[in-house]
C-alpha cells in the first residue's frame, strides 16, 4: 500500500531508531535530560527564541501556547480553516475559556487588513481580542504558504493593534524549503511558535513550542497541568534531534512530488479543481456526481491509501516514506481511474 493519509504516518527508520536506543536521558520534569535540553536549544537559536518547550504533540504546543497568552473572556483571531479551530476539539474554550473569531481568508491565508475589522472595542460585553494565530503551511488551505514578507506585514499589523501572535508551524520546514527565507528573520514576527518534528520531517512523535523566557517559564507550569510534564523523553527527543539534522534537506522532494501528482490530477477527468499545490499537501475537489467515500475505496483497490477532507473533497499527502517509484506508481493509478470515471 502506498500511504498518502497523512505525513504523520511514517516509520522510524534504524538509522533513527538506533539513534533513539543510544540517547542520553534524564528527568526532563527536573530540566535534566540532555537529549530535550539539546533539542530545545538547537531550535530556539534557530529561529532566535531564548527558550524551548519540548511537548508530545502539535495539539498541545497550540493549546498551551493559547492558554499562555490569553485570560478567560479573551478572544482568539484566525482563519475558518485552521487547526486551532477545526481540529483541536474547541480545545482554546475548553482549555482556555476564550472566545474565537473566524476570519474567512483564502485558501487558509488571512491579510493583515482583515485584522482590522474583527478587533473588539473596549465594552463590558465584548470578548478581548488578544491573540491572532496564523498558520504555515495551510494544512485544510492545500498547504498553502506566507512568504516572510506576508508573515511581516501581519506581525507589524498585530502589534499596531496591540495583539499577540502565535505561529502554528506544524510543516514551517516544508515552507522554507519553498521560500528560502531565513528562520531568523522568521522567529521575530512571532511572540510564539509550534512546531511539529512528527509530520515531514519523520520522527515517531514531539513538537516544540518556542518563545522568550518569561513566556515559557509559564508554558512548563501548563503543560505540567496538562500532564504534559514527562520524564526520560530524551529517548523521543533525540530521534527530533536526528530529524532536523537528517531530514530538512529533502523536504523540497516531497513538495515537488505533491506538485507533480497535482500536474497529473489537472488532466483527471474525476477531478473539479485541485487547490493550487504549493508544498507536500494536496487537495482537490471530486467532480459533481462523485463522492469521496467511493472514490477512496477505489483508490484503495489499486493500493493507494489518501483521506477524505470534505464530502467531495480529498487530500494526498507526500512525504518520506513514499519514494519516486511509488509516485509514479499514483500516476498510473489516477490514469487508470480517470479512464474508468470518464463515460
Ligand atoms: C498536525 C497539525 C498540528 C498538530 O497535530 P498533532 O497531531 O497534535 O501533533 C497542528 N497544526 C497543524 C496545521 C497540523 O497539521
Not at 504523520?8 to 527536573?30: C, L, Q, R, S, Y
Not at 524551548?52 to 493559547?66: E, R
Request: glycine fraction near 8%.
Amino acid at each position: 500500500m502506498i500511504n498518502l493519509i497523512s505525513d504523520t504516518v511514517t516509520k522510524p527508520t534504524a538509522e533513527m531508531i538506533n539513534v533513539m536506543m543510544t540517547a542520553e536521558v534524564g528527568d526532563d520534569v527536573f530540566k535534566a535530560d540532555p537529549s530535550i535540553n539539546k533539542l530545545e536549544l538547537t531550535l530556539s537559536q534557530m529561529f532566535g527564541k531564548s527558550s524551548g518547550l519540548f511537548c508530545p504533540s502539535g495539539t498541545m504546543t497550540n493549546q498551551i501556547a493559547i492558554k499562555t497568552h490569553t485570560n478567560p473572556m479573551d478572544e482568539l483571531i484566525c482563519d475558518k480553516l485552521s487547526h486551532v479551530y477545526k481540529y483541536e476539539n474547541g480545545g482554546y474554550a475548553y482549555n482556555s475559556g476564550i472566545g474565537l473569531k473566524l476570519i474567512e481568508g483564502t485558501n487558509g491565508k488571512i491579510k493583515p487588513d482583515q485584522l482590522n475589522n474583527v478587533i473588539n472595542p473596549d465594552y463590558d460585553w465584548l470578548p478581548t481580542s488578544k491573540l491572532v494565530c496564523i498558520e504555515n503551511s495551510c494544512n485544510a488551505g492545500g498547504g498553502s504558504y506566507y512568504t516572510l514578507e506576508e508573515t511581516k506585514a501581519i506581525s507589524d499589523k498585530t502589534k499596531e493593534l496591540g495583539l499577540l501572535l502565535h505561529l502554528d508551524g506544524a510543516r514551517l520546514f516544508n515552507v522554507l524549503a519553498e521560500t528560502g527565507d531565513s528562520p531568523l528573520e522568521v522567529g521575530k514576527c512571532f511572540d510564539s511558535i509550534s512546531i511539529c518534528f512528527s509530520k515531514g520531517l519523520g520522527a515517531p512523535v514531539g513538537s516544540i513550542l518556542l518563545g522568550d523566557e518569561a513566556f515559557i517559564k509559564k508554558a512548563r507550569k501548563i503543560r505540567k497541568a496538562m500532564g504534559g510534564g514527562m520524564r526520560q523523553a530524551g529517548y523521543l527527543a533525540s530521534a527530533c534531534q536526528y530529524a532536523i539534522e537528517n531530514n530538512v534537506s529533502r523536504l523540497k522532494i516531497d513538495n515537488e512530488r505533491a506538485k507533480d501528482l497535482g500536474d497529473t490530477l489537472e488532466d483527471c477527468s474525476f477531478v473539479k479543481k485541485v487547490i493550487p499545490v504549493h508544498t507536500n499537501i494536496l487537495i482537490f475537489d471530486l467532480r459533481e456526481d462523485l463522492y469521496a467515500e467511493e472514490f477512496l475505496k477505489r483508490l484503495e483497490e489499486k493500493g493507494v491509501l489518501a483521506s477524505a477532507f470534505g464530502p467531495q473533497k480529498i487530500r494526498f499527502v507526500t512525504h518520506l516514506d513514499v519514494s519516486e517509484e511509488n509516485i509514479e506508481t499514483v500516476k498510473s493509478v489516477l490514469k487508470e481511474l480517470s479512464y474508468d470515471f470518464h463515460n
